[in-house]
């Protein structure tokens, strides 16, 4: 009874610490976006040059190999089960659609989250355990502007931007399958893809992008703030930012699906 | 013009803090001293409030700074320039970038304005071939002096130092101490330092206080500071080799 209680009671506190870190996450990101206006300032430009630059180019090879993959998986997979019906050549359709909708700015997002966030979480994590963002704000200079603001506009630039690059590897990754072990000549492969794909997919899966680009910086930059206990904490947070932005992902993604397809 | 009115600060279950008061005046070099872990830091950044007391003030030119708005806090802060313990340089901006910054976020000095002023400060500090070098590729006490160099470079009226001269060589951190003695002659600043040495603490303080176990257990001049009737306060003093009749130099308060 005492036992139920008491574990009651860390549940709700936990439950409560939950609430609090979105709302400061939250609160972090408001703030961010408002600080978005000075972009183009001259304190603030050369910082967010580096981020766009930093999460354009850091992930490229993985980001091809995954997307590539993907697409033969995708191809593999359906034109295998549509070979059944005799109906290979929609294997066009099967892969553009789900790589533009959900498979391109899901596995972007994953391999962005993992490497990106996860080297922002750290970053922000160490210098917050050495006291430099304490250093900032008795500088006033808010983190939020300065540390915050220029990740969070490369990510939701760059995710979009890396998300069209995944989708026609993956889309081609799958011509390439299609080709070479279904009978199925690219050239049929294109028309069809280009035949089903609508444009409300295209889009529906760059907003995806770009919020899960939102998602990761915010998600990377509130764990970095919240480091505790030096360079174990920057391990733990670094992880954790990972692990929630893989989580937000995957249920944001969903979500936003069912909100624009039933 | 820095006044703490029965401060008490509790930090993961322990009374770091505990109902602690004390002023520390215009143009004084206020020295604290204390074992690792009394609250040195802790009572550092309660004045720039990077911390807030569970009870009692902490009072900056007369004003209580516990509930200031942003606005007027960062006017407070600008009364400022604080030295961390750990340097606190930004590791991917160099060291004239890190000195710089200040300057480029809150004025609108040109580029050829704010390079002079950094160069001045790096001379001053004799940091004179440092300026390209990265905070990672420095040693510690050259870190130490870019971090110095960065808060005083706002002109500021207080400088906070926490542990200004640890892990330096003798003659840096003599050379560290006629900095802080000399900016008071100069300028007029009112520094606040925490230290373990007390050879140094001797000389340039114009008041000692010594935290311990949450409580202060002397607040006093130099010379009154040594002949302190507190156990713990003799025992520190012992440590270091200091006597009731124990003669040093004074450079900053003679
Ligand atoms: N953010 C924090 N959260 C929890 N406990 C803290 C925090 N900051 C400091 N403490 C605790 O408060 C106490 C005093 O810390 P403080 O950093 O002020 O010590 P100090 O006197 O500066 O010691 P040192 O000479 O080692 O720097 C320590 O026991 C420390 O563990
Ligand atoms: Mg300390």
Known sequence: MKDSGRSAARMGSQVLQLMQNTGHAMFMLLEAIYFTRYVFS??????????????????????TVVAMFTGMILALQTGLELRRYGQEVYIGSAVAVSMIREMGPFMTGLIIAASVGSAIAAQIGTMTVSEEIAALEVMSI???????????VALVVMMPILTVYTNILGIFGGGVVGATQLGVSMQAYMDNATQFATNKDLYVGLLKAAIFGAVIATVACHQGFMT??????????????????????????????????? | MIRFENVTKKLGGKTVLNDISFEVGEGETFVIVGLSGAGKSVTLKHMIRLMVPNSGNVVIDGETINGLSRAALREVRTKFGVLFQSSALLQWMSVIDNI?????????????????????????????????????????GMQKRVGL???????????????????????????????????????GITSVVVTHDLHSALAIGSRIMMLHKGHIVENATPEEFIRSKDETVQSFLEAQYITKKGKWEKVGHE
Do not use: C, W
């Not at chain 1, 304190?43 to 354009?56: A, D």
């Not at chain 2, 640890?166 to 000399?182: E, M, Y």
């Open chain 2, 149 to 187: 160099a960065r808060a005083i470079i706002m002109n500021p009226k207080i400088v906070l130092y926490d542990e200004p001269t640890s892990g330096l060589d003798p003659v840096t951190s003599r050379r560290i101490d006629d900095l802080i003695v000399g900016m008071r002659k100069e300028l």
């Open chain 1, 228 to 262: 505790t206990e030096g360079a174990v904490g920057v391990g733990k947070a670094t992880r954790r930012s990972v692990i929630i932005s893989f989580l937000v992902i995957l249920v944001l993604g969903y979500m936003i699906t069912r909100m624009f397809y039933i």
């Open chain 1, 142 to 152: 808010n983190p939020n502007r300065f540390l915050v603001m220029p990740r969070l």
């Open chain 2, 100 to 140: 710089a910054l200040p300057l480029r976020e809150h004025t609108r000095m040109g580029e050829e304005e704010i390079l002079q002023k950094v160069d001045e400060k790096l001379r001053m500090l004799n940091l004179g071939d440092a300026g390209d070098k990265f905070p990672a590729d420095l040693s510690g």
């Open chain 1, 42 to 63: 001259k304190r603030s430009r050369g910082e967010t040059l580096v981020q766009l630059y930093i999460t354009g180019i850091k992930s490229l090879a993985v980001i």
